[in-house]
């Protein structure tokens, strides 16, 4: 049973409210049974059910985290509007203190009952007067540690919601009270998430529809989307179905500036007149006048209808401007310069309407002069009022009465309001910027002609009109007056057709009319483009190849036998090197073929020199030694091999050792000599012959003897 009443606390409601029926019920049969008047209740006043929707502090201390909503979401609401209904209907029954209900009881029970009351009364006085009250203990209280509490307590009603709505989220009294938490508590996302859910699980009260509609609103001005301000609109609507909301002048107010954010101007004008007429205390009259008076001056700015309405409309639009203008609230404010705007503007209308109105006979001047006395007037004031504001303050040196007719004075103006957002008084300056622009002359040069054949205009003008055309559409934009957005983007793309602000937002505005057409621009100069594009890089690339040609040859006649200056030049002028080139291999293979047979062959006989000069060597060196010194075979080899060096030598060594050995006597007898091998030599050296071929020749080492007998000797 705990967990029951902790986790469903409307069905321990329910049965509490079932037990005090059934105890009242009990208690009135026992007293009419014992002849007793009813004891008189408590007649509950209206506005103990009435919820006070315009009251800014409403919801934001609970008296309890569970207490029921009085706007029927609940199946039990037709039951209690009855019992209200059924008390309301005793009460006046029993209003005469003489007369009871019960006329057949005597008048001592009455008697007693009277003492009864009066000692009861008496009684309850004594203990109030006891115990303090809950106001002296609040008040009594230091507000910190009230807004402690206070802050403790909401802590705790959020959390018991959060975990009860995540177990079972489709509860609708739940969701809703969440909500206005929520809403109290200035997070208005989160409660127009549980405020909408409460709606589509069935609540139907007022306040829950308001504070959706409030949230919307509120997230719409943190930077909301515009289904956002879509769904605040329909909020208020079903908001506006109860009387309490209908009969509001606030709610009113709030709904007419959801539909003129979302450019229903003619739906907030109704309303906005409606509220002047049905509550001329409502202390936001003078903003209420204030948008009425602007949306009843883009009204006669757009429509076409007859002068008499527009004059009666703008007298009464000027009267309304008059009294703010009298009013201390705005001229102490910063709405100052707006409102004397607005005011100056529907005076200039209202003389440029009764102009055309009144036909004046001839030789006569027309009546409405001193209304331009006093327009001119209106714009001193606001000539001296802008002066003092920096934003739209005059260039200086410039005058009042030309400063009213520049283009780039509304242009300020027009930059001014869409600060503020007042985009109906931007559109209104703009307009009038444009008119002026447009009444200038085109600009000429010397020779009398324009100096742009388009349009006769320079380009200076027509970047003047094109951005003015374009703040004009964005304004329209955000009032979401979509017909003359599109057109003021028309305009810039007449102006300039390749503008991309333009050609985007005129696709997204008006697909059905401007989508097929540009996307077929958009293709054809996708195609101008690839063919120029074509066109132009062939051209760059004639001109790169000719330079790349240019540098190739340069460096080929730099160095031309280097093996990467060959390669470009052949790769980029073939017909001219390529017979060359191959000419030139063709050589040098032929030479390195030669070259490479002679290194062979050079090679081979450098081994063989190298192997005589090592034999030689060797031989050399065996010859010096005392064992190979008069070897035959050393001595014939070295004189076969160096004969230039060795020959004479040997042959001297020999002649010489042959000498000495005649001289020593080793032939005894000229029988031996004569049958000897050494006669013919001996004969030779001693001929002529000898002489002659060696003239002077000695024999190394060896001296000749100079005795006689030696020499006769060798005659013999």
């Known amino acids: 049973m705990f967990l029951q009443k902790l986790l469903d606390p409307e069905d321990e409601r329910r049965r509490r409210v079932r037990r005090a029926r059934i105890v009242r019920r009990n208690r009135i049969k026992r007293e009419v049974a014992q002849g007793l008047p009813v004891r008189r209740l408590r007649v509950p006043k209206a506005s103990d059910f009435a919820l006070n929707l315009d009251e800014p502090d409403e919801w ?137 859910k409460a709606v589509s699980l069935g609540a139907t009260s007022s306040l829950c529809w308001r504070r959706l509609a409030d949230s919307y609103y509120h997230m719409w001005e943190d930077g909301g989307e515009w289904e956002v301000l879509w769904a605040c609109r329909a909020a ?87 009294e703010l203008l009298l009013d201390k609230a705005i001229t102490e404010g910063p709405r100052h310069i707006n409102v004397l705007y607005l005011h100056t503007r529907l005076n200039e209308m209202l003389v440029d309407l009764a102009t055309l109105s009144v036909s004046e006979p001839q030789g006569q001047t027309p009546k409405p002069k001193l209304a331009h006395v006093s327009v001119d007037i209106l714009f001193q004031e606001l000539y001296k ?28 103006f027009a930059e001014y309001f869409r600060a503020q957002g007042e985009n109906v008084l931007a559109s209104d300056a703009l307009s009038q910027s444009l008119e002026l622009l447009e009444a200038l002359p085109p600009e000429s040069t010397s020779s009398g002609k324009t100096s742009s054949l388009w349009r006769g205009l320079t380009e200076e003008q027509r970047d003047k009109r094109i951005a003015l055309y374009l703040v004009l559409a964005r304004n329209y934009y955000q009032c979401n007056q979509m017909e003359k957005a599109i057109r003021s983007m028309e305009a810039v ?86 017979s060359l080139f191959a000419a030139q291999d063709l050589a040098v293979r032929s030479i390195q073929r030669g070259a490479r047979r002679y290194l062979h062959y050079a090679r081979m006989r450098w081994k063989i020199e190298g192997q005589r000069e090592k034999s030689l060597r060797e031989l050399k060196s065996k010859h010096q030694t005392r064992k190979y010194r008069y070897n035959r075979i050393i001595r014939s080899q070295l004189a076969a091999l160096l004969p230039d060096e060795y020959e004479n030598r040997f042959f001297r060594e020999d002649c010489s050792a042959l000498r000495i050995q005649v001289g020593d006597g080793w032939y005894t007898s000229a029988s031996q000599i004569e049958n000897s091998s050494l006669t013919q030599l001996l004969l030779l050296l001693h001929s002529d012959v000898f002489e002659a071929n060696a003239p002077e020749r000695t024999l190394d080492g060896f001296a000749i003897p100079g005795d006689s007998n030696f020499s006769v000797k060798m005659k013999q």
């Open 493 to 578: 793309f007449d102006l300039d057709p390749l503008h991309a602000e333009a050609r985007t937002s005129l696709v997204e505005w008006f697909p059905a009319k401007w989508q097929y057409r540009l996307e077929l621009e958009d293709a054809s100069q996708v195609q101008i483009a690839r063919v120029l594009r074509g066109i132009w890089d062939r051209k760059h690339a004639l001109l790169r190849r000719r330079e790349v040609i240019r540098a190739a040859g340069q460096k080929y006649r730099e160095s031309p036998y280097h093996l990467g200056s060959r390669r470009q030049v052949l790769r980029l002028l073939r017909d001219k090197y390529a």
């Open 60 to 196: 934001t201390e609970p008296k309890s985290p569970f207490r029921p909503t009085f706007g029927g979401n609940s199946y039990e609401s037709t039951q209690q509007r009855q019992t209200v209904k059924q008390i309301r209907a005793t009460a006046q029954q029993s209003a005469p203190p003489t007369k009871s209900l019960f006329s057949s009881k005597s008048s001592k029970a009455q008697s007693t009952a009277a003492t009864n009351a009066s000692a009861t009364s008496s009684q309850e006085s004594a203990s109030r007067g006891s115990l303090p009250s809950r106001k002296s203990i609040s008040r009594s209280m230091p507000p910190h540690i009230k807004a402690k509490w206070q802050e403790v307590f909401q802590q705790v009603v959020f959390k018991r919601h959060e975990e009860i709505l995540a177990k079972d989220p489709n509860r609708k009294w739940r969701q809703e009270r969440f909500g206005l938490l929520l809403f109290a508590k200035r997070e208005y996302a989160r409660a127009s998430e549980h405020l909408a």
């Open 385 to 412: 009022l802008a002066i003092k504001c920096p934003e739209v303050a005059p260039p200086p040196g410039v005058k009042w009465k030309s400063w009213k007719d520049r283009s780039d004075t509304y242009t300020a």
């Open 236 to 322: 208020y609507e079903q908001a506006l179905n109860h009387v309490e909301v209908a009969c509001s002048p606030i709610a009113l107010f709030k709904y007419a500036q959801v539909l003129e954010l979302l450019g229903s101007y003619i739906g907030a004008l109704t309303i906005c007149a409606s509220i002047l007429q049905t509550c001329p205390k409502f202390e936001q009259l003078r903003e209420v006048k204030l948008r009425f008076v602007l949306l009843q001056r883009y009204q006669l700015f757009s429509s076409v209808s007859e002068t008499s309405a527009k004059l009666a409309v703008l007298k009464k639009c000027t009267e309304y401007t008059q």
